[in-house]
């Protein structure tokens, strides 16, 4: 059995996949949501992508869905207290972020003019 060179690549696949985080962030932020809302605040993602990345993320755990037996039906998406213990995470990553990203805009133009 090989062991990953890095421990931590699981969660990165789980967490920093294409919408994962935007979801996740959004349902922290704004809590409990219907499917039309949460694609109201993630405009730029397709219905069917959402769909399925909700999916993923309910068979993860990391996001509960409530179906609500009314007429008409109504489903809603929240994170899972699982989703909840990498609040942290998050705002670790927000905040260095906020402190650091202009370092990486100011390199990246360092380089390429030096490349060009």
């Given at each position: 059995?090989?062991?990953?060179?890095?421990?931590?690549?699981?969660?990165?696949?789980?967490?920093?996949?294409?919408?994962?985080?935007?979801?996740?962030?959004?349902?922290?932020?704004?809590?409990?949501?219907?499917?039309?809302?949460?694609?109201?605040?993630?405009?730029?993602?397709?219905?069917?992508?959402?769909?399925?990345?909700?999916?993923?993320?309910?068979?993860?755990?990391?996001?509960?869905?409530?179906?609500?037996?009314?007429?008409?039906?109504?489903?809603?998406?929240?994170?899972?207290?699982?989703?909840?213990?990498?609040?942290p995470?998050?705002?670790?990553?927000?905040?260095?972020?906020?402190?650091?990203?202009?370092?990486?805009?100011a390199?990246?133009?360092?380089?390429?003019?030096?490349?060009?």
């Amino acid at each position: 059995m090989t062991e990953d060179a890095c421990p931590i690549s699981p969660v990165v696949d789980l967490l920093f996949s294409r919408w994962t985080t935007p979801i996740i962030w959004v349902l922290e932020h704004h809590g409990r949501l219907r499917f039309n809302e949460l694609h109201r605040l993630l405009p730029s993602i397709t219905p069917k992508v959402l769909t399925q990345r909700l999916r993923q993320l309910e068979r993860d755990g990391l996001v509960v869905r409530t179906y609500h037996a009314e007429i008409p039906p109504r489903v809603e998406y929240e994170i899972s207290d699982l989703s909840r213990t990498l609040v942290p995470v998050f705002r670790t990553l927000h905040g260095w972020s906020e402190e650091h990203l202009a370092e990486v805009a100011a390199a990246r133009e360092a380089y390429d003019a030096a490349a060009g």
